[in-house]
């Protein structure tokens, strides 16, 4: 099986943010270090899993890495790469 492209980027939580409501997951605010400044907030679910499978949630200025990964065809080589050949 091949690898997917992936990315890491690095960011710290920057708050948690209690639930309005029972049905409604509490979020983390996590701002992403390289992002471009208009950029640089996303909220997630505050729900992750340890290596036991355990549910566990984030804690304000944690330091966390954020990773994108995609689907070989759905990426286009780097024009850097393409004059290599």
Known sequence: MKKKPKTIKHGT?????KSPHPSVPEKAEVE??????LYKEIRIDNELQDE???????????PVDITVEADPNATTPHPEEKTKR
Not at 13 to 17: D, P
Not at 32 to 37: C, G, L, P
Not at 52 to 62: F, I, P, Q
């Open 32 to 37: 992403v270090h390289e992002a471009d400044e």
């Open 52 to 62: 036991h499978g355990k549910k566990v949630k984030l804690k304000e200025d944690a």
């Open 13 to 17: 939580v920057k708050k948690i943010i």
